[in-house]
């Protein structure tokens, strides 16, 4: 791999970074994606997340690296991104893996120079189960008014670090760490604030793993990030227990980890709002590992301040007032240092990790003897064509319909594309693809939840009555129990499909005393 000089790598806005990464993975023939946000950026531009996919289509193995999921941090983030790109990491992609960059996962905060995305929500806090009841941080109520001040005058903020000094003399390091840094979901207003429901950037990251990961033998997330450590050295840091697989992956792909604990008891929901053990429990079945690649800054102290002056600003201040300006450049500066040598020791310590990633995931090789001829996995564009037959042949079978071909081309595509509205899953067997399915979510006020609709089922006639559907609907099942807010499974069925109602009935579905009613809104295409 070439080394380009990392000082043309980063960029001095989140518009800048990410049309440089967009032309470096394009020059570099990634399979690019876009996710547009819902809002804009202070200039009133568009903002995305984006992601470059290199490796075969059918790899199994599949390596995330991911920026900017505290938004502000995508500065180095993104910079290490665009210069592994243009220095040819995708002629270093072995054979069997593939690699998947994740551009600004919080673009808002990126471009917004925030660390925290649109709702003053901390994205890496967010990953709780909000079905569930929120964890609390009772010491974290006890210094609310100490790490969110009213003023920022001098006298103020003395009396704020004298508070929380205090503290940790009397209650000790990790409970301070716990109490500063483990998350809260009591205070909105406030710092460290993991959201009451799964943001925009959690559920668009989760439907990218489901794309590019379900049905993986073996699946890494890396998610880069700074303010944290010795200036320009890159920590790598993870959360999962000692006897864990995730903890296992990592020992053997980095020697250097630095492993922690999940806390026990009362504290262990804390630790559950972050997205490495997030993305370890969103494929289940999967060997896999999720970790931070943490770069030293500044003094810890100068990026608590920085941190701490920037929710003043969100929460009483003016943003497009000197003052304003002033609290938005010192968050960029506390978690980017544009200077020479600190930019080269990043990419140099990012360039290593990814090295060693990739070489591991080659290297790797299942414990367990092997799987069985059949796998499940997430569908993506290259099984277009396979997706848009079974929907033809489903038709006819099922209904004696003629579909439009072009607009279920039209309609899969499009689905495809954006992950946000659900996704679909290929059972493959044989090396060609056996049967498939879709599923869309819908919101249930009544249970608080995500109830995932199964639709589109199709087994193609050579594959049939070889239990593909029932393998199909067990790995959806398995999912569905793991993935944090989605609280059942749904169909719908012909009346006279007796045979399909059985094969419900036996995987432990319940016929409910629903009718289904509909009103078109305009003709259908084969009509």
Not at 355 to 382: I, T, Y
Not at 496 to 522: D, I, P, S, V
Request: hydrophobic share 45%; with cysteine.
């Amino acid at each position: 791999m070439t080394s380009p000089s990392p000082t043309e790598c980063f960029s001095p806005s989140y518009a800048a970074a990410r049309s440089a990464f967009l032309r470096a993975a394009a020059d570099a023939g990634a399979e690019l994606a876009s996710f547009r946000h819902p809002l804009p950026g202070p200039d009133g531009a568009p903002l995305f997340l984006d992601t470059a996919r290199f490796g075969e289509p059918e790899a199994r193995r599949v390596l995330f690296v991911a920026s900017g999921t505290h938004g502000v941090e995508g500065f180095c983030g993104s910079g290490i991104q665009t210069w592994l790109l243009r220095g040819g990491v995708a002629g270093r992609v072995p054979e069997g893996v593939a690699l998947v960059l994740v551009h600004a996962v919080n673009p808002w905060g990126f471009a917004w120079l925030r660390r925290v995305n649109e709702d003053n929500v901390d994205v890496n806090r967010n990953f709780v189960d909000h079905a569930k009841a929120h964890p609390e941080n009772p010491d974290y109520d006890g210094l609310y008014g100490a790490l969110n001040p009213e003023r920022l005058d001098e006298a103020t903020l003395k009396g704020c670090l004298d508070q929380l000094r205090l503290f940790e003399s009397e209650r000790g390091s990790a409970a301070s760490y716990r109490a500063l840094s483990g998350g809260q979901y009591r205070h909105p207003r406030g710092v460290q604030y993991g959201g009451r429901e799964a943001v925009w950037s959690n559920r668009v990251l989760r439907a990218l793993w489901a794309r590019h990961a379900e049905g993986a033998e073996l699946a890494a997330f890396v998610d880069l990030h700074s303010g944290l450590g010795p200036r320009g050295t890159g920590l790598l840091l993870q959360t999962a227990a000692e006897a864990s697989p995730a903890a296992a992956l990592a020992r053997a792909f980095w020697p250097d980890v630095i492993r922690s604990e999940p806390a026990a008891g009362g504290d262990s929901a804390l630790v559950s709002g972050l997205i490495g053990p997030a993305f370890v429990g969103a494929l289940p079945g999967t060997p896999s590992v999720g970790l931070v690649l943490e770069f030293g800054t500044r003094d810890m102290l100068q990026v608590m301040l920085a941190v701490q002056a920037d929710n003043w600003l969100a929460q009483h201040g003016a943003r497009d007032s000197a003052e304003g300006r002033a609290i938005s450049q010192r968050m960029r500066e506390a978690f980017f240092v544009d200077e020479d040598d600190w930019k080269e020791k990043v990419c140099e310590r990012g360039r290593e990790v990814l090295e060693r990633a990739l070489e591991g995931m080659a290297a790797w090789r299942p414990a367990a003897p092997a799987e069985p001829d059949a796998r499940v996995r997430g569908a993506g564009p290259a099984d277009l064509d396979t997706l848009v037959a079974f929907n033809l042949a489903m038709a006819r079978e099922t209904e004696s319909l003629a579909l439009h071909e072009p607009t279920v081309r039209a309609a899969v595509a499009e689905f495809l594309g954006d992950p946000t509205r659900g996704r679909w899953l290929v059972l493959e067997s044989g090396g060609e693809a056996a049967a498939a399915l879709m599923l869309t979510p819908e919101w249930s006020d009544w249970r608080g939840g995500f109830l995932w609709w199964i639709q589109n089922v199709y087994v193609a006639p050579a594959h049939r009555r070889r239990g593909h559907y029932r393998r199909l609907h067990e790995h959806v099942r398995a999912l569905a129990e793991r993935t944090p807010g989605v609280c059942g499974l749904r169909l719908y069925v012909e009346h006279e499909n007796a045979a399909a109602q059985a094969t419900y009935r036996a995987l432990g579905m319940e016929e409910t005393h629903y009718k289904l009613f509909e009103q078109l809104t305009r003709p259908a295409p084969w009509a």
